[in-house]
């Protein structure tokens, strides 16, 4: 590693977590995150940062889950970017925002999750895993 790369992961912050593919599961990753959130002073992002982490838990949960598999909840701060990244065990289903009609009554986390943040994506792998990420800026 070179002195610029190790300066970097220095000064970044890590917090990972792994859950039971569950409501309430999802429900801890939201209030852990908070927490997380609140102990390294960044109040100013704990609401966009709170539902991000609620919409890609509860996709996990929904979508993602396998009996008998968590899934992992991953937050990053550097510089002046937070990135959030949900991880769950179903390769195989990749979400989509905006895919539903307006008469639906669900599908719209995406849509949440592309307003709060600067961008989103999802990463695929190792198999059978899939990642489903979100960045905003830090105040």
Excluded at 11 to 23: E, G, I, N, V, Y
Excluded at 51 to 72: K, S, Y
Excluded at 110 to 127: D, F, K, Q, Y
């Amino acid at each position: 590693m070179n002195p610029e790369t190790s300066q970097l992961m220095a000064k970044a912050r890590h917090f990972t977590l792994q859950l039971s593919s569950t409501p309430r599961g999802a429900r801890l990753a939201r209030l852990l995150a908070v927490e997380q959130l609140r102990s390294w002073g960044l109040e100013d992002s704990i609401g966009a940062a709170e539902q991000i982490v609620a919409e890609l838990a509860n996709n996990a949960v929904t979508h993602g889950h396998v009996p008998g598999r968590d899934f992992r909840l991953r937050t990053i701060v550097t510089g002046s970017a937070l990135r959030i990244e949900v991880t769950d065990t179903r390769g195989d289903r990749v979400p989509l925002a905006g895919g539903r009609s307006p008469a639906a009554e669900t599908g719209r986390g995406l849509l949440i999750v592309e307003a709060l943040a600067r961008t989103w994506g999802v990463s695929s792998g190792p198999a059978p895993q899939k990642t489903v990420w979100a960045e905003m800026p830090l105040p």
